[in-house]
C-alpha cells in the first residue's frame, strides 16, 4: 500500500486547499517584515525553475526548434520518465485557453512512486512526442526542483526527482502572480545561460503589449520603445505576442545549451545524467 502516492483525486483537492495559501505567499513575498517570513519557502535549492523557450517558432513539419531539440536531448538521457495525463492547474482553474490534456512529465528514479492514476510511464520517444505537442500548444517548458512536488506527489527522494511543467500564463502555478515578488522568488526562476532577448528598435512602435505580457514585468517602456532588464527569464513569451516581430530569441548552439541545463539540473538534483 505504500508503493506509490496519492491517486488523483486526493492531489487535486490537496492543491485546491493549497492553491489560495501559495498565492498569497507569492504576493507578500516582497511585502515588509513578511517577506523574511515567506521568502525561506522559496529558497535554493528546494525552488529552482528554469525556463525553456519551446514555445517560440514552432519548425516546419518533421523538424523541431532547437529548444525542443535540447529539452528532449536531455530528456533521453533519462531512465525514468513519468507523463501525466493532464495539467493540474489548468484543470483546477477549468482553462479554456490552452489544452488541460498537457500535463507535466516527472524525471528520475522518485518518478516511480507518482500513483498510475495520474498518467503512465514513458519511453523517451513519447517524451519527444509530449514536449513537441506542448511546444505546439503554444507553452513554455519550466525545468522545476521545487518542493511542492514531492509533498503534492509523495514521490521520494527528493534530489532524485526533476519535473518539466508546461507552464500558460493565465493558469500556472509558477508563472502567474509574478509581476511583484521577494528576492528568493525572483532568484528560483531563471533563464537558461546562452539564451538572449532583444528588441529591435527599428521595428518596435511602442504598443507595449510585450510589457503587458512579460509574467514577470522584465520589459519597461522607455521613450516608445520597449527596453528588456535583467530580470528576463528567457521564456520567450514576448517574441510569440509581438504583433511587429520586433523581440527576437537568440541560443548558443545545442550542445552547449544541453551542457548549461544538465548542469543546472545535476546541482539540485540526480536523476541519472
Not at 10 to 37: M, T
Not at 152 to 177: E, G, Q
Amino acid at each position: 500500500m505504500f508503493k506509490y502516492g496519492p491517486p488523483k483525486l486526493f492531489v487535486k483537492i490537496a492543491v485546491a486547499l493549497s492553491w489560495p495559501i501559495i498565492i498569497l505567499g507569492k504576493r507578500l513575498s516582497a511585502f515588509p517584515i513578511l517577506k523574511h517570513i515567506i521568502n525561506p519557502f522559496f529558497k535554493y535549492p528546494y525552488n529552482e525553475v528554469t525556463a525553456v523557450p519551446i514555445n517560440v517558432a514552432i519548425a516546419p513539419a518533421k523538424s523541431v526548434t532547437l529548444p525542443v531539440q535540447v529539452l528532449s536531448e536531455v530528456v533521453a538521457r533519462v531512465n525514468h520518465i513519468f507523463i501525466l495525463d493532464e495539467c493540474i492547474c489548468r484543470s483546477l482553474l477549468k482553462c479554456t485557453n490552452h489544452p488541460r490534456t498537457i500535463g507535466c512529465m516527472a524525471l528520475g528514479e522518485a518518478s516511480n512512486r507518482i500513483h498510475p492514476s495520474h498518467g503512465h510511464r514513458a519511453t523517451a520517444r513519447e517524451a519527444l512526442e509530449h514536449i513537441t505537442k506542448a511546444a505546439n500548444a503554444g507553452l513554455v517548458a519550466s525545468v522545476a526542483h521545487v518542493w511542492i512536488d514531492p509533498v503534492a506527489f509523495w514521490s521520494v527522494p527528493f534530489n532524485k526527482l526533476m519535473f518539466i511543467c508546461f507552464c500558460d500564463d493565465c493558469c500556472c502555478l509558477y508563472r502567474t502572480h509574478m509581476k511583484k515578488r521577494g528576492d528568493n522568488l525572483n532568484e528560483a526562476y531563471k533563464k537558461l545561460p546562452g539564451v538572449t532577448v532583444r528588441v529591435n528598435f527599428n521595428l518596435c512602435n511602442g504598443c507595449g503589449i510585450c510589457a503587458q505580457r512579460c509574467f514577470v514585468a522584465a520589459i519597461q517602456m522607455k521613450d516608445g520603445i520597449a527596453v528588456i532588464g535583467e530580470d528576463c527569464k528567457g521564456c520567450g513569451r514576448c517574441v510569440q505576442v509581438c504583433p511587429q516581430q520586433a523581440v527576437d530569441i537568440y541560443f548558443d548552439d545545442k550542445d552547449t545549451l544541453v551542457a548549461s541545463l544538465v548542469e543546472r539540473i545535476n546541482k539540485v538534483a540526480d536523476i541519472g545524467l
